[in-house]
Nanobody
Framework: QVQLVESGGGLVQAGGSLRLSCAAS????????MGWYRQAPGKQRELVAT???????NYADSVKGRFTISRDNAKNTVYLQMNSLEPEDTAVYYC?????????WGQGTQVTVSS
């Protein structure tokens, strides 16, 4: 079993920054993909960014240039640095880990951006 615990969410004014962290524990395969997804009220959960064990990343178009995903393989931790936050970024942010076809999810952390 894999457990994911997110932290770093909160309330921030438009233009501000937040840094999310997600620590994975348990029986983690050596190669995996970790990422961040978000879900706003009335919307489906959407991909924000992912990063694999080798450091290859991908981002949603809406966050390119503003968000940066990174990871510490030794700590099995993934980070999301969010800059220039906009009210549209308000959502519950979920950490995700994928091993082949097996998916694990954290409980989510609320990010609220005020205008």
């Amino acid at each position: 079993q894999v457990q994911l615990v997110e932290s770093g969410g909160g309330l921030v004014q438009a233009g501000g920054s937040l840094r999310l962290s997600c620590a994975a524990s348990g029986n983690i395969f050596s190669f995996n993909v970790m990422g961040w997804y978000r879900q706003a009220p009335g919307k489906q959960r959407e991909l924000v960014a992912t990063i694999n064990t080798s450091g290859s990343t991908n981002y949603a178009d809406s966050v390119k240039g503003r968000f940066t995903i990174s990871r510490d393989n030794a700590k099995n931790t993934v980070y999301l640095q969010m800059n220039s936050l906009e009210p549209e970024d308000t959502a519950v942010y979920y950490c995700n880990l994928r091993v082949i076809t097996i998916l694990y999810w954290g409980q989510g952390t609320q990010v609220t951006v005020s205008s």
